[in-house]
C-alpha cells in the first residue's frame, strides 16, 4: 500500500441498503399510533372540559349557598314580623294610652323589614283585584259574590315573602269566585 489509506478512497460501490421492512407493516404501527394519538388528545379535552365543568358547577353552588346561606333562618323570623304587625294592627288608633307602645313596636318592625331589605327578603303583598299567581299565592277560599272580577285576589290573609328569587312563603289569600252559573276563570298555564 502506498501509504493511502483505503477510507480516504473514493469508491463506485454504493452502501448497502438496510433490509426494509414490509410497508404494510410500518404503515400500520403508524396508522395504530396515529389512532392512540387522536383518543388520547380526545380523552384529554374531554378530562379538560370536564374539569372545567366541575370547576364552574362548585363556583355556581358556592354562589348559590352564600346568598341563600339565611334562608331557614330569614323563614322562621317571618313570624316575628307578623307578630309585630298584629301588635300594632289590634290597637285602636284613638288609645292614647298604648300610643308610645305602639310606636315602638312599629320601629320595631320598620328595622325588622330593613334588614330584611338588606339581605334580599321583601314582602309580597297582592292588591285586590290582582290576579292570582300560584308561584307566589296561595289560595285558602273562594270569595263568592265578591266584587272582584273572578279568579283575581278578593281578600287578603297574609302577606307572603321572597328572598331574592325564592319564595319563602306564600302570600295567603281568598279568590274571588265566579257567580253561579257563571264559566269559570281561563287558567294561566
Same mark, same amino acid.
Given at each position: ?9 473514493? /469508491?463506485? +460501490? ?13 404503515? +400500520? ?20 372540559? =370536564?374539569? =372545567? ?26 313570624? $316575628? ?18 300610643? *308610645? ?7 320595631? =318592625?320598620? =328595622? ?23 308561584? $307566589? ?5 273562594? $270569595? &263568592?259574590?265578591?266584587?272582584? &272580577? &273572578? ?8 302577606? *307572603? ?16 269566585? +265566579? ?9 294561566? /298555564?
Amino acid at each position: 500500500m502506498n501509504g493511502e489509506n483505503a477510507f480516504d478512497k473514493p /469508491t463506485d +460501490a454504493q452502501p448497502e441498503a438496510a433490509p426494509e421492512t414490509p410497508p404494510t407493516a410500518a404503515n +400500520a404501527a403508524i396508522a395504530r399510533l396515529e389512532t392512540e394519538l387522536t383518543e388520547s388528545k380526545d380523552r384529554l379535552l374531554r378530562a379538560l372540559a =370536564e374539569t =372545567e365543568n366541575q370547576r364552574q358547577r362548585h363556583q355556581r353552588d358556592r354562589q348559590e349557598a352564600q346568598r341563600y346561606a339565611a334562608f331557614e333562618f330569614a323563614r322562621e323570623l317571618l313570624n $316575628v314580623a307578623d307578630n309585630l304587625r298584629r301588635a300594632i294592627d289590634a290597637v285602636p288608633a284613638a288609645d292614647s294610652t298604648a300610643r *308610645g307602645i305602639i310606636e315602638g313596636v312599629a320601629a320595631t =318592625e320598620r =328595622e325588622l323589614l330593613a334588614i330584611f331589605e338588606r339581605h334580599g327578603v321583601k314582602r309580597v303583598e297582592p292588591e285586590l283585584g290582582e290576579r292570582f299567581d300560584h308561584n $307566589v299565592h296561595e289560595a285558602m277560599f273562594e $270569595v &263568592p259574590g265578591a266584587p272582584q &272580577p &273572578p279568579g283575581t285576589i278578593a281578600q287578603v290573609l297574609q302577606p *307572603g315573602y321572597v328572598m331574592h328569587d325564592r319564595l319563602l312563603r306564600p302570600a295567603l289569600v281568598g279568590i274571588a269566585k +265566579a257567580a253561579t252559573g257563571g264559566s269559570a276563570p281561563e287558567r294561566d /298555564t
